[in-house]
C-alpha cells in the first residue's frame, strides 16, 4: 500500500536511541524515545508502545514510520522493550504476566514525571502492545489518559492464539510459542548494552522455557486465562478505549465486545484488514490512521475539541461480495456507522435452516484446506479461498437465492439439534456467499468443541447418540449479498489446522436448526461519512534488503496414503541490513501442518525456524525445531533450542512433554 511520506511536522523531532528506564527492583529497562526539540522547555504528553519484539533490530522499520509521527505532532513517542527482551535486563517468563503489568505501571509513572512530560500519557499498540494497552488500563495508573488498542483481545481464552471455542487451535497454539522461543534467544546489541551484554545473553539461555507448556496444560478457562483477560471486570477501566481490528485478522470480536461492555468514552473501527496497522494494511483500503491517532489523543490528553467523541461510535467497512481470492490488494466496500453498540439499527433475524430429515456426516479430517490463516498477513495468500473444496466434506444448508440485496453487521450464530457417536467431537460452523455459478465464499465461521458446550470452566463429555440444542457464535461480520446470490451454512466435525481434531473418528448428525443474523438496512447518513485522511508516514529508515525466500501457503496431498499436508512459509523476509547501525537481521520459519483422512490421530505440526543478527566478523544464529503430535490420552511436544555464534554452538537444550487431553 503507497502512503504519503511526511518530514514536515509541527514541531521539529529529535531521538534519543538508548536510555535506561529504572524500576524499583533493580531491573532496567531499554526505551528509544522520539520528542520535540524542544519539550524540555514546552512538555507534551507521553504515548507508550510497550513490546517484547525488539526496538533495536526487532520493530526498528515500522517504528520509523510512526513513533516521528506522533512525536512531530507534540508527543513523546516512547517505545520501552519489555523485561528481558531486548537491551533490557531479566528475564520474560511468558506473555502477559502480572510482572508485565507491573513493570507498565512503573514506567507510567516514570514517564509522567519527567521534564519534558506534561504528567498525561497514553498506551498503543498492535497486537502484543493492544493487549497490554488494556490490561494496563485495568489496572487505573492515574496518569494513563487514553489508550487505543489494536489486533488485540479482551478474552485471553477465547480470543488468542491458544484456543478457539475450546478447540485447541493447532494453526497457531505451537507455531507462535515456537517463534518466541527463536526471537527471544537474540542477545541484546552488543552496541548499546554495554561489556555484559554477552553474560545478560547466556542467562537468558539458560532460563529460556518452551511456553506452549502452560499454554497446553491449561486446556479450560481458569484463571491462568482470566489474569490479564479485562472482561472479567470492564469496569475496572476508567479512561477511554479507541480499538481498532480487521476482518481478514483474528482479534475482530474483541471490538464489539469492548463497545458493548465499557462504560467509558470509547471508539471502535473495524476495517478489512490483515494483522497490520491500517495506514498500509492488506486487503486495503489503507487510512490516515497516524491522523486518527493524533485526534484521539488530541482531544483526551491534551483537552482538544475536536470533534472526536460528537462521531458514531462504531465504524466498519461493509464488505461487498467479491469472489474469493488467497490476497487482495483492495477489498470492495463502504464504510458505515452506528451511533453506539449495541446498536438499536441492527435487527435480529431468524432463518431456519432448510430442508427436513436429519442428515449425517462422518469427518473428513483434511477439511479445512481453505481455510487461510487466523492471523492473516494478507500479501501472502493466507486468506480464505473458495470455500467448496470443505463445502464438499461438510452438512451443507442453502438458502433461496436472495431476491433484494441483504447486509449484515455485528456476531452472527447457529443454533443446531444434533447428535455424535463419540463422547469427544467438535464443530466448526461456517456462513459462505454461493455465487450463481456455485463459487462459495466465506463471510464467517466459528469453532466449538462440544464438550464445552455449556461452559468453558467445566466441560463435560458427551453420551453417544443422544441429542443436544447448541448454539455456535460466529465472528464479527459486515457483508452485503447481492440479489441472486446464496447465503450457505456448512457445518462439519473436523477443520484442520485450525481444529485440534477430536481423538476418534466422529460421525456428526444435524436434526435441524436456525441461523441467527445480524440484519442491517442501508442508511442514509452512511454517505454522509467524513472520509479517513491519506496515508502517512515518517521518513523511513535507511535499509538494503536480501533476496527473500519462498512466502505464502501451500497444499500437497497424496492419493495413495490419504496424507494432507498444508505449509506456511511465514516472515521469510529474507536478510535486512540496518544501515545506520551495521546490522545484518534474518528470519524464517516453515510450518508443515499434516493429516490423513480417517485416521485423527495422524495429525502433526512440525516447525523450523531460525533468527540471526550480525556486525561486522561477529553473528549469532538461534535454532528451533519443534513438533507436536497427539494419542487418544495425551499431547506430545518436543523443542529444540540451538544457538550459534559464529561458527560454534554455544547453547543446546531440548524440551518433552506429554500433556494429558482435557475433554479436548
Request: proline share 7%; with cysteine; aromatic share 10%.
Amino acid at each position: 500500500m503507497s502512503s504519503r511520506i511526511r518530514t514536515d511536522f509541527p514541531r521539529r523531532v529529535r531521538e534519543v536511541e538508548h536510555i535506561w528506564i529504572p524500576l524499583s527492583d533493580g531491573c532496567r529497562l531499554a526505551a528509544r524515545i522520539w520528542l520535540p526539540e524542544d519539550a524540555e522547555e514546552d512538555p507534551v504528553p507521553a504515548v507508550l508502545e510497550y513490546l517484547p519484539y525488539r526496538k533495536n533490530d526487532g520493530t526498528v522499520i515500522r517504528d520509523a514510520k510512526r513513533q516521528p509521527y506522533l512525536a512531530g505532532h507534540g508527543y513523546a513517542a516512547v517505545r520501552v522493550d519489555m523485561r528481558g527482551t531486548g537491551e533490557s535486563d531479566g528475564i520474560l517468563q511468558d506473555e502477559y504476566t502480572e510482572q508485565e503489568q507491573d513493570d507498565a505501571l512503573e514506567l507510567i509513572t516514570w514517564l509522567a514525571e519527567q521534564q519534558w512530560c506534561t504528567g498525561a500519557v497514553g498506551m498503543w499498540g498492535i497486537s502484543w502492545g493492544g493487549f497490554n494497552a488494556l490490561q494496563v488500563a485495568a489496572h487505573r495508573p492515574p496518569a494513563l489518559k487514553a489508550i487505543m488498542t489494536l489486533c488485540s483481545t479482551d478474552d485471553r481464552y477465547a480470543d488468542d492464539v491458544h484456543y478457539r471455542g475450546g478447540c485447541v487451535l493447532a494453526l497457531d497454539m505451537l507455531h507462535w510459542a515456537s517463534s518466541m522461543l527463536t526471537w527471544n534467544a537474540r542477545p541484546p546489541d552488543p552496541r548499546l548494552a554495554g561489556e555484559g551484554w554477552r553474560q545478560t545473553w547466556l542467562e537468558r539461555l539458560e532460563a529460556a522455557s518452551a511456553w506452549i507448556e502452560p499454554w497446553l496444560t491449561h486446556q479450560r478457562r481458569d484463571d491462568y486465562w482470566k489474569q490479564g483477560s479485562v472482561c472479567e471486570d470492564y469496569g475496572a477501566i476508567e479512561c477511554p478505549v479507541y480499538a481498532v481490528g480487521g476482518f481478514a485478522d483474528g482479534y475482530t470480536n474483541a471490538v464489539p465486545r469492548l463497545l458493548a461492555g465499557l462504560s467509558v468514552p470509547r471508539k471502535g473501527l473495524i476495517g478489512p484488514w490483515a494483522h497490520a496497522f491500517p495506514d498500509d494494511a492488506s486487503p486495503g483500503p489503507s487510512i490516515g490512521f497516524l491522523q486518527e491517532c493524533v485526534r484521539w489523543f488530541d482531544h483526551w490528553l491534551k483537552g482538544v475539541e475536536n470533534g472526536v467523541m460528537e462521531e458514531p461510535m462504531l465504524r466498519v467497512w461493509m464488505q461487498e461480495s467479491v469472489e474469493p481470492r488467497p490476497s487482495f490488494e483492495l477489498r470492495p466496500g463502504r464504510w458505515v456507522a452506528e451511533p453506539a453498540w449495541p446498536s438499536p439499527h441492527i435487527k435480529a433475524e431468524q432463518w431456519e435452516l432448510p430442508g427436513d430429515g436429519e442428515r449425517a456426516l462422518r469427518a473428513v479430517q483434511s477439511t479445512g484446506t481453505e481455510a487461510g490463516a487466523w492471523t492473516a498477513e494478507g500479501q501472502s495468500a493466507d486468506l480464505a479461498t473458495d470455500q467448496r473444496p470443505d463445502d464438499a466434506h461438510s452438512i451443507v444448508y442453502d438458502f433461496e437465492p436472495l431476491e433484494a440485496p441483504f447486509e449484515i453487521a455485528g456476531l452472527p450464530s447457529v443454533a443446531l439439534d444434533l447428535a455424535v457417536d463419540r463422547p469427544q467431537a467438535l464443530l466448526c460452523v461456517r456462513l459462505c456467499e454461493v455465487f450463481p455459478d456455485g463459487t462459495s465464499a466465506l463471510v464467517t465461521r466459528g469453532l466449538l468443541n462440544l464438550a464445552h458446550r455449556e461452559t468453558h470452566e467445566q466441560p463435560s463429555r458427551l453420551e453417544p447418540g443422544a441429542r443436544y440444542d447448541v448454539r455456535v457464535p460466529l465472528d464479527m461480520a459486515a457483508h452485503s449479498f447481492p440479489a441472486g446470490h446464496r447465503l450457505r451454512v456448512a457445518i462439519s466435525p473436523a477443520y484442520w489446522p485450525w481444529a485440534w481434531p477430536s481423538p476418534e473418528e466422529v460421525t456428526l448428525t444435524v436434526f435441524g436448526g436456525r441461523l441467527e443474523l445480524p440484519v442491517r438496512a442501508p442508511r442514509a447518513e452512511d454517505g454522509d461519512l467524513p472520509a479517513f485522511e491519506e496515508s502517512e508516514h515518517s521518513a523511513p529508515l535507511e535499509i538494503e534488503e536480501m533476496e527473500a525466500g519462498p512466502q505464502g501457503r501451500t497444499i500437497r496431498r497424496e492419493l495413495a496414503t490419504g496424507l494432507v499436508e498444508q505449509v506456511f512459509d511465514w516472515d521469510l523476509g529474507g536478510s535486512t541490513r540496518l544501515l545506520a547501525i551495521d546490522l545484518d537481521t534474518s528470519d524464517a520459519s516453515h510450518t508443515v501442518y499434516s493429516i490423513v483422512d480417517r485416521d485423527p490421530l495422524s495429525a502433526a505440526v512440525r516447525f523450523r525456524a531460525t533468527s540471526g543478527m550480525g556486525r561486522g566478523e561477529w553473528s549469532m544464529r538461534s535454532q528451533v525445531t519443534s513438533s507436536m503430535t497427539s494419542d487418544r490420552e495425551s499431547f506430545h511436544v518436543e523443542t529444540q533450542l540451538e544457538v550459534h555464534e559464529g561458527g560454534e554452538r554455544i547453547f543446546s537444550r531440548e524440551w518433552k512433554f506429554a500433556i494429558p487431553r482435557d475433554h479436548v
